[in-house]
């Protein structure tokens, strides 16, 4: 999946938090239009047949510009990609226009686009003998190659929405790292309804899209609402059902197979900015959409979040997410980043351009941050995932962990796997589990650790190469049971023949087992064979 890089969403993936810069590149266009005055999607199709025809795409950017400008806009540097574009063709016209909002010729932009459709449309607005772009487009690159574009607010795709005005409407982002994680980590089985709950630009609405027969969008912002319905028809796709509203109250009663949410889970004090900060005190409002998930969700279904989370004195923080977990639900919490407070509110005054303003008036906005932080006893907030799956089961599997480390999106099929593993597990006592055959995963490599020319390793490693990319540190006997796991042995049998090898009691041997056993099939190091 590839897409032009600009900062979007409430958090920057993975736990690498980049402030976000208020305009794109210093553009003197990056006033939005009203909620009002939006294009429609009348001349969707024949402005996205131009943008084909031109190769204005995720491909066919990377193309234009190199790698190094490329790269440079998702650092929210746009130099580069002005040197690029200063051809005079129509490619570096739909740059110019839609990326780095720069106005460009009449003339120039007859020969890209059809120009007076897109005025009709209202996708571009005209000053004398020049054409201005009304919305932020940027080309996406879909997970089967599909050339997909979304729409936002000028200046909100590349540098974010920072300082970007009145917010009296509720500024609306583009595609970014956020977005882009969520959208990695979300399990993509063909599924009859999804939900979107907190749309933005229609990122997650897109991708659900193309694996859900029904697809339900919502969002407290109407504005929202129209950027979804707009990204929606400019990649090719049917419109998905929109309603207006907060939370779960826009649906009913109604239930999905599929929840999906990159929510305004900014812990902040006050709710300056519709698209980031939730208007609850502390982390509420990613508490009550995950306690109130369970009962949107059908028998199996998954509810998959993005979170803030607050790590509070004498608490364990893992104790207050599994706190969180509705009846009926397994869980998979994964945190992948801690801030201590004033990281945080460093972090995101500077989304907002605060440290642009007057010296005074920010030092009085960061102690407001500290004021709600020590009132709540929070010491620092983390950052992770959060993924349900209506189980039903009385037993349920509540995972919650912390992993900082690299890992290989797409992750979806690693979350599925995760929870096939759960339900696997809960069915097998000791004896089964001796009982059942296993394949070492695909994926896992076996590395041997120690000093030159040693005879035997001081350790060795399991190490996955793929999806979370797990690394273990087991025994002789793990090491061996682990290569010898190729489908044709009980893991009885395993242990036995491993027992005579080494002249150890098989008895004892099969009695100690299972528990590391258990730990190399959840964490994915072994799959059973069923």
Known sequence: ???????????????????????VGGSPHNGRVST?????????????????????????????????????????????????????????????LFLLQRPVSLERARTALPLEECLAGGW??????????????????????????????????????????DQSEGVVLGVGGASTTLAGITVRTPVAS??????????????????????????????????????????????????????????????????????PFVISPGARLTYRDGGMGGDDLCRLLVQQAGDRLNDGGYAQFLANWQHVKGEEWQDRLRSWVPRGC???????????????????LRDAGDHRTDPAAYAARYGAWLD??????????????????????????V?????????????????????????????????????????????????????????????????QNRGMRRATTVDTVGAGFAGACDGTLSAGRILDAIAQLIDEDPVLLRDRTPRALRLLVEEGFLEPVL
């Not at 897409?3 to 810069?21: E, H, M």
């Not at 031109?54 to 990609?81: C, N």
């Not at 998979?332 to 460093?346: G, M």
């Open 1 to 23: 999946m590839r897409t032009c890089p600009g900062g979007s969403g409430a958090q920057p993936p993975d736990g690498a938090p980049v402030p976000r810069a208020a305009t």
């Open 36 to 96: 009002a005055t939006l294009p429609t999607a009348d001349h969707a199709r024949r402005l996205r047949e131009a943008f084909a025809a031109t190769e204005f795409t995720a491909d066919g950017l990377l193309d234009l510009l190199g790698a190094p400008a490329y790269a440079a806009l998702a650092r929210s540097e746009t130099v580069p990609a002005l040197r690029a574009t200063r051809g005079d063709g129509a490619l570096e016209a739909l740059v110019r």
């Open 124 to 165: 571009l607005t005209r000053e004398g003998d020049q054409v201005l772009a009304a919305v932020d487009i940027r080309p996406y690159g879909g997970p089967e190659g599909q050339d997909w574009y979304i729409v936002s607010d000028l200046g909100c795709a590349v540098g974010g929405a920072g300082g970007a005005g």
């Open 194 to 263: 999804a939900l979107d709950l907190g749309t933005g630009s229609g990122i997650q609405a897109l991708h659900a899209a193309q694996h859900a027969t029904r697809v339900t969008a919502t969002d407290l912002n109407p504005r929202a609402l129209a950027f979804t319905r707009l990204t929606l028809a400019l990649s090719g796709e049917g419109e998905a059902d929109l309603r207006e509203g907060s939370l779960f109250e826009p649906v009913g009663s109604d239930t999905y197979d599929l929840i999906v949410s990159n929510p």
């Open 330 to 348: 397994d869980a998979w919490i994964v945190q992948r980043e801690v801030q201590d407070v004033t990281q945080y509110a460093e972090l995101w």
């Open 372 to 397: 709600e932080f020590e009132a709540r006893d929070t010491k620092a907030v983390g950052f992770g995932w959060i993924t349900l799956r209506k189980s039903g089961s009385d037993r349920p599997s």
């Open 399 to 463: 995972v919650v962990e912390e992993w900082p480390h690299p890992v290989e999106q797409p992750l979806g099929e690693t979350v599925r796997a995760h929870f096939d593993r759960q339900d696997y597990l809960r069915t097998r006592d000791d004896a089964a589990l001796l009982a059942d055959r296993f394949r070492l995963a695909a994926e896992v490599v076996q590395e041997q650790v120690g000093l030159p020319g040693a005879e035997d390793p001081e350790h060795v490693v399991l190490r």
